[in-house]
């Protein structure tokens, strides 16, 4: 196996990559702002060059230093990032996994969802060993649901304010 070389594909050009080859309709940024904003949160944050494969795995063969085979993700993010072999997983987990956390597709506002998800996790508990049971996976959904509802409806008022001002 070698060693692992310095990667050559520089921010810029998996910019100029995804602007041109990716669509952003679903995508967690627009495409002006893949430069500045991570591609998974969407949130104004320095950005990591991302491999969509582990390069590890194909011996760092440097075919796969080429733009395409990268996506820009902020640190967090890049470390819940897929590490698989499949080139279609990395786009899929980024859209996927925002639609959970944003819905909306609102700005800024992937890891507030995040952080009060896991904060309501941290209210449960487990039998013995067990993983979460379908009954406490039921409230913590109902419970992050009333969250959600609760902040749409301040959104909602604080937009009819503004255009009423």
């Not at 967690?28 to 969509?52: L, Y």
């Not at 379908?134 to 959104?155: H, V």
Request: contains cysteine; hydrophobic residues 25%; charged residues 30%.
């Amino acid at each position: 196996m070698r060693n692992r070389p310095n990667m050559k594909t520089t921010k810029k050009q998996i910019v100029d990559w995804c602007q041109r080859n990716i669509d952003e309709c679903e995508w967690p940024v627009d495409a002006s702002e893949m430069g500045s904003h991570c591609s998974h949160c969407g949130h104004e944050r320095p950005t990591e060059r991302a491999h969509i494969i582990p390069w590890s795995k194909y011996d760092y063969d440097p075919k796969y230093d080429s733009p395409k085979y990268y996506r820009l993700l902020c640190n967090e993010c890049h470390s819940l990032a897929p590490n698989v072999k499949d080139f279609n997983e990395m786009d899929k987990w980024i859209v996927e996994d925002s639609k959970i956390f944003n819905p909306n597709g609102y700005y800024n506002y992937y890891w507030e969802v995040r952080n009060k998800a896991e904060e309501i996790v941290k209210q449960t508990g487990q039998h013995g060993f067990e993983s979460m049971n379908d009954s406490t996976f039921s409230w913590c959904k109902s419970e992050l649901k009333k969250w959600f509802e609760e902040r749409e409806k301040k959104i909602e008022r604080f937009l009819n304010e503004t255009t009423l001002a």
